[in-house]
C-alpha cells in the first residue's frame, strides 16, 4: 500500500524559513514526478512545485526563487526547502504525484506565516 507522510510545518515569521519533507512508501517513488501543493482557508488546492524522477523542476510563480523542491530517491523522500516566506504562503501542505492521485492525499502539514 503506498503512503505519503508530510512533516516539517509549523509557525514562522515573515522572512523566515521551513523544510517540508514527504516521505514516500511504496514503489512509485523512483518512476513518478512529485508534486508539492497547498490549500489556504477558503481557496483550492493548487500545485506549488513538481519534480520529475530524473531532478528536472517546475515552480508556481508565487513561489519562484523562494521555494525549492529536491528529491533523494535512497530515501524516498520529497523536499520542499521554503525561504522568504509569506504570509499569503500560510496553508495546508500536501505532497502527491504529479499528476496528483486522489488516493495518495494524505493530512498534509500546516505552514503559518505570521506577518
Known amino acids: 500500500q503506498v503512503q505519503l507522510v508530510e512533516s516539517g510545518g509549523g509557525l514562522v515569521q515573515a522572512g523566515g524559513s521551513l523544510r517540508l519533507s514527504c516521505a514516500v512508501s511504496?514503489?512509485?517513488?523512483?518512476?513518478?514526478?512529485m508534486g508539492w501543493y497547498r490549500q489556504a482557508p477558503g481557496k483550492q488546492r493548487e500545485p506549488v512545485a513538481v519534480?520529475?524522477?530524473?531532478?528536472?523542476?517546475n515552480y508556481a510563480d508565487s513561489v519562484k526563487g523562494r521555494f525549492t523542491i529536491s528529491r533523494d530517491n535512497a530515501k524516498n523522500t520529497v523536499y520542499l526547502q521554503m525561504d522568504s516566506l509569506k504570509p499569503e504562503d500560510t496553508a495546508v501542505y500536501y505532497c502527491n504525484a504529479a499528476p496528483p492521485k486522489d488516493f495518495l492525499w494524505g493530512q498534509g502539514t500546516q505552514v503559518t506565516v505570521s506577518s
Open positions: 519534480i520529475t524522477s530524473t531532478g528536472s523542476t
Open positions: 511504496g514503489s512509485i517513488f523512483s518512476i513518478n514526478a
